[in-house]
């Protein structure tokens, strides 16, 4: 009974608000369309935009052809410096809810949703009309069916960029046959079904989408862009030495003195010549970079560096932000290696790929929750030619070749082996190590313009032709002038 009467009470609470969106609803619709609608493109993610890569990426790739661009979604880390400076992209930030503290779990959670649903409808709903609406799921509860609502409304085309499964993410903690997993599931499946285009980042998953849930996706592999190679000496030994004053790690030896050189524990810049080299005897750079969360086990890695002691010194760094990184930094501060030091930084968008670009291997410990998405971590170290050990699941070969770019392992006893193999004899320009990466260097490397423009421009495309019949400011051009259309900027056209 009390259940009962708190559920009419929420319901009773929300009736103004339904008036309040009827109205709003009502006025959207009798706005007159934006002339320039069809050049304008939400991206929309419900989490941290300086942690969504992808979606970066997209609304890059979208300015790049000419979009205005609308990136929506958490400022809690900052996006990388393109995104920031570039004119067509503009960033309009939304509150992560937090949940209430009291009442029972599953009234907590309900009115979280319902107060994100709100929140993420009145923001679509103040946006200029848009042509597209694309979507990063997951996490996609409540965004997926709020997105589908606005998308209705404004007439824009909806389209979701499948990641992942988000109800497989919440399985890792609550476990399949929760009544939670079970309603999220169901939810993603009737609301995903009602996106006008799909994408996804494995073929895995693309027929698993149309197979078990009728959903026809375009398969757009994570490719890494540019900024992701080789780093030249002198912005390692540059980087390095910024990092060597927060990491103890990154400093040279203390023991080591060379008249008229600045040392790291990795390089050596002569300060006459300004020449920078590789220091002798330097320690091995382990890279791995990771969410910190349930899908990666780093008890596998830290298992791994404590059996390995016939390896040589080694740097072990471990990037990013997690719900899981204090309970491992506890975990790491407790252990006793000889061989091995370890940080775990935080690095800016612009550094993180140089640290990737410095590295001598990359380690992946991501395991797919539904073992039909694939780590873009490895992606970036690819582009970056860094050969990489990676744990094995479902459909990583579609990126990771064993014995050709890397090694595939499946617990520690075998990361152990594979460690022994390409760092006992580190550096040896003739080692296993160093084959993986010629091989990496001479394999043509896609980027993420290229596949972009291969993959997904197609489906946008259209909008950017204008009819022989459409008019501006009662002007009707002819062909000749559509092909002007196409070559000028869209300010240009705006003051003209």
Sequence with gaps: MVGLLSGLSLLWALLPVAVVLFIF??????????????????????????????????????SRHGYNVTFIGFLGTKPHRDILEDDRIDIIPISELKSLQVGPKIFVYVSKVICQSLQLFYVLMQLEDQAYILLQNPPGLPSIAVTWLVSRIIGAQFVIDWHNYGYSIMALTHGERHPIVKAAKWYEKFFGRLSDHNLCVTNAMRHDLLKNWNIKATTLYDKPPMIFRETPL???HELFARMASAYPPFKACSEISKENTDLTAFTERNTKTEEVSLAAGRPAMLLSSTSWTEDEDFSILLKALEESQCLPSLVCVITGKGPQKEYYKKIIDSKDFTHVRICTPWLEAEDYPVLLGSADLGVCLHKSSSGLDLPMKVVDMFGCCLPVCAINFQCLDELVKHEENGLVFGDS????????????????????LSHFRKNLREGRQQRWDENWDLNVLPLFKDSLRLSPTCCYDGICPDSSQLVLFHILPVHFLRKH
């Excluded at 009798?30 to 609608?37: H, N, Q, T």
């Excluded at 939400?42 to 890059?60: E, F, K, T």
């Excluded at 460690?419 to 040896?428: E, G």
């Design 234 to 236: 002198k912005v390692r």
């Design 25 to 62: 609803i009502v006025a959207r619709s009798l706005k007159g369309r934006d002339e320039f609608a069809h050049l304008n493109v939400c991206v929309l993610v419900l989490g941290d935009i300086g942690r969504s890569p992808r979606m970066q990426y997209h609304a890059l790739s979208f």
């Design 413 to 432: 006893s075998e990361l152990v082996e594979q460690l022994k193999m390409l760092l006992c004899d580190f550096p040896n320009e003739h080692g296993k």
